[in-house]
């Protein structure tokens, strides 16, 4: 940050000093407007050490369904897409959590399926990524399985 800031400073006020002789409505004049307005958000990683500076982490858990998106143009049928986008939903959020996704999925199929969701709904909270039992069973090299 202590590097960060005196650049982050300089180009600021540069492209405050420069937005009079650019056209506005060209594609720097529309860049530069952009950065301005966004100064805030754009300097947010000055103020918290917790806001990364970049988002690539962000941008490489999204590009497998970049890449895969005009093959999941036909899904069959919007109920197909929506189970679709709630798999790839689970899958990432266990890839955050740090587990194997593999082992996760085992789990939470060889387990729910006992389980009384429609009446007690609250006991999916114990198949949730990031709950104890999860990672412990999820992040082990062996593949046991402790009862709930």
């Not at 998106?69 to 990432?92: H, N, Q, T, V």
Request: hydrophobic residues 35%; aromatic residues 10%.
């Amino acid at each position: 940050m202590l590097q960060s800031k005196p650049v982050v400073e300089d180009f600021f006020t540069y492209i405050e000093s420069n937005r009079d002789i650019v056209l506005p409505k060209g594609n720097l004049g529309k860049a530069i407007s952009y950065a301005i307005n966004q100064r805030t958000e754009l300097t947010a990683f000055l103020e918290d050490g917790n806001v990364p500076i970049h988002n690539n982490a962000c941008e490489r858990s999204v590009r497998a369904f970049c890449i895969g998106r005009r093959a999941w143009l036909f899904a069959g049928s919007p109920k197909g897409a929506d189970a679709s986008a709630s798999i790839y939903s689970l899958a990432e959020t266990a890839k955050a959590n740090g587990l194997n996704v593999f082992k996760y999925f085992a789990f939470i199929l060889n387990h729910l399926p006992n389980e009384k969701c429609y009446s007690s709904p609250e006991t999916l909270d114990n198949y949730l990524p990031w709950t104890h039992l999860v990672q412990k069973v999820c992040r082990e090299k062996e593949n046991k399985e402790p009862e709930l």
